[in-house]
């Protein structure tokens, strides 16, 4: 079975930088693309970032332009996302998750997710 397993997050202050990670185990990932959405308090859930596994084309959400970057490694299954000049509207808990192709936000195109981890910015 298929697992997607995050690391790092944590409480930064504004203009503060983190590192997530996102790795997949179990079998060889199926899905062409890994994303990264985010659900802020009281908010819905939006796609941040996400990154091709086959031609690192990548795409961003407009207001992390510049300060998010995604990428990933083929050879660790690990995808990664690398947050800077956070802002407290950065709140949120960050997931990732293998999507069906970049850009994906349905459900039915993102079969796979990780267990989502706190980012904190304190103004």
């Known amino acids: 079975q298929v697992q997607l397993v995050q690391s790092g997050g944590g409480l930064v202050q504004t203009g503060g930088s983190l590192g997530l990670s996102c790795a997949t185990s179990?079998?060889?990932y199926v899905w062409n693309a890994q994303a990264w959405f985010r659900r802020a308090p009281g908010k819905q859930r939006?796609?941040?970032?996400?990154?091709?596994?086959?031609?690192?084309?990548?795409w961003y959400l407009g207001s992390v332009k510049g300060r998010f970057t995604i990428s990933r490694d083929n050879a660790k299954n690990t995808g990664y996302l690398q947050l800077k000049s956070l802002k407290p509207d950065g709140t949120a808990v960050y997931s990732c998750?293998?999507?069906?192709?970049?850009?994906?936000?349905?459900?039915?195109?993102?079969?796979?997710w990780g267990q989502g981890t706190q980012v904190t910015v304190s103004s």
């Open positions: 179990g079998r060889p």
């Open positions: 939006e796609l941040v970032a996400a990154i091709d596994w086959r031609d690192g084309a990548t």
């Open positions: 998750a293998g999507s069906n192709f970049i850009g994906a936000t349905a459900e039915s195109d993102c079969p796979v």
